[in-house]
């Protein structure tokens, strides 16, 4: 009778019981365990947006959240990644915290709904409208010459040009007199 264990012997680990790992991670259903945040973030990825949904944390933490998520996972819905990324951080994230954002968005909600705009033309504004057309042209090519152009160096290293139309003057005096 022989006490040598081998070493494959004493390195397996239990497996997972409840949908969860050994070290406390939850697995998701069908997700195998090579879905895995990446340590860095893959930025040639454009994260999809998740504004104009119901969700306890900002879309912009989910947007940010999608560039670590595994190359696998990246050509998946936009729910299920969603999902993925949802369970992870409710995980981490303290039930304390969870409770203060969903009472700043209740409040937020509340502001909004019983809000009254004292310049509605404010929140309708369009590009012609409130910028010069030589800069509009400049934005629209897109090249260094076009900016150029349209700008000026009095002092060496102050660069002074002309963007806002008329229209816009009378809108930030609109916002000035709004602010109460």
Known sequence: ??????????????????????????????MATMHRLRLNPNTEHKPESYEGLQLEFSPFLFSSLERYLPSPMLSFSRDSKLYYMRDIVLRYSPEGERSRVQRHH???????????????????????????PSFLKAINENKEESFRSIMAEPPLGVLHLKCFSNVSVNCCCCLRFSRG
Not at 1 to 25: A, C, W
């Open 1 to 30: 009778m022989s006490l040598e264990v081998t070493r494959k012997e004493t390195q397996q680990s239990t497996p997972p019981i409840d949908g969860h790992k050994g070290n406390g991670m939850a697995v998701m259903p069908g």
């Open 106 to 132: 209740e409040y937020s909600q509340k502001i909004i709904s019983h809000y009254q705009p004292l310049h509605r033309e404010l929140y309708a504004m369009h590009a012609s409208n409130f910028f010069v």
